[in-house]
C-alpha cells in the first residue's frame, strides 16, 4: 500500500495534475489525461509511455 505522504505529493507527469488511487488500490488515475498508472510492488510506475487509458 502507498503512504498517504507520497500520495499527497504524487502528481500526473504528463499535465502536472493531481492523481487519485482507483477503488482496486493498484493504480493512480489522473482524470484530466483519463490515463492510470500502474503500481507495482507499492512502486507506482509513473512514466507516461506506461500509462494505460482510463477506462470509463
Given amino acids: 500500500m502507498i503512504k498517504k505522504?507520497?500520495?499527497?505529493?504524487?502528481?500526473c507527469p504528463k499535465c502536472k495534475g493531481?492523481?487519485?488511487?482507483?477503488?482496486?488500490?493498484?493504480?493512480?488515475?489522473?482524470?484530466?489525461?483519463k490515463l492510470?498508472?500502474?503500481?507495482?510492488?507499492d512502486i507506482p510506475i509513473m512514466l507516461?509511455?506506461?500509462a494505460k487509458p482510463l477506462k470509463e
Avoid at 507520497?6 to 502528481?11: C, K, M
Fill in 5 to 11: 505522504e507520497l500520495l499527497n505529493i504524487l502528481v
Fill in 48 to 50: 507516461i509511455d506506461e
Fill in 36 to 41: 492510470v498508472y500502474e503500481i507495482r510492488d
Fill in 18 to 33: 493531481s492523481v487519485q488511487l482507483n477503488e482496486k488500490k493498484d493504480g493512480l488515475v489522473c482524470e484530466a489525461c
